[in-house]
């Protein structure tokens, strides 16, 4: 669609209700988490961020790890509660990009720069942050609903087997998408003159 940037993070919101139908080409798709990857800056230059795109197959397979999961740890009484929300609103999307950082990339810069150790896992973090809002803001764009979900750390170390991911990588978020199959929540606004200040 190519709306202004400015439009698009107007419009991106969190849908909990998908439909396993694509606007555009999984090659398309592909080149999106490509363009965040290659363009998103982060500190120092680091590129610590890892993103893995799981479509179809690949997709079904992580969100039945996150039922499965779930079911084990959940109350029975209220697990139908649980599998109905991951069903329609994460399973039934078109695909889902996990977001991860390695951490190898940010233990070699608190080696070479001690003076800011403490603050590279803080800074790769807001690396992520961004690849975050930039691969949603674009789905969106594209015609996408997405949402961002954070399952980890318990499917970490199932996630890390089935896809034969380094150990290294760190799961920050999960971003299942697809067409929007429902309205997004009403969201509610705090005042702007509450969240930001203006010296002259």
């Not at 606007?23 to 800056?41: L, N, S, Y």
């Not at 079911?71 to 977001?99: C, I, N, P, W």
């Not at 233990?107 to 790769?124: I, K, V």
Request: aromatic share 12%.
């Amino acid at each position: 669609m190519e709306r202004s940037c400015r439009d698009a993070l107007l419009r991106r919101r969190s849908y909990y209700a998908l439909s396993a139908d694509s606007p555009i080409t999984d090659a398309q798709i592909e080149e999106i988490v490509r363009f965040a990857v290659k363009h998103v800056p982060s500190a120092f230059n680091s590129q610590s961020t890892r993103l893995v795109l799981l479509l179809h197959e690949h997709h079904a397979a992580l969100w039945k790890i996150v039922k499965r999961t779930l079911h084990s740890m959940v109350a029975e009484e209220a697990f139908a509660r649980t599998a109905q929300k991951v069903d329609r609103g994460f399973a039934a999307g078109y695909g889902t990009v996990l977001f991860y950082e390695d951490t190898a990339v940010v233990r070699s810069l608190q080696q070479r720069f001690p003076l800011y150790a403490g603050n590279f896992h803080d800074w790769s973090e807001h690396t992520s942050a961004m690849h975050q809002l930039a691969v949603w803001t674009l789905l969106e764009d594209a015609g996408f609903g997405a949402s961002l979900q954070h399952y980890n750390p318990l499917i970490d170390k199932e996630v890390r087997t089935k896809w034969h991911l380094p150990e290294e990588w760190r799961l920050i978020a999960q971003m299942p998408f697809g067409l929007p199959a429902g309205e997004p929540p009403v969201k509610n606004f705090e005042p702007v003159e509450a969240r930001m200040r203006v010296f002259r």
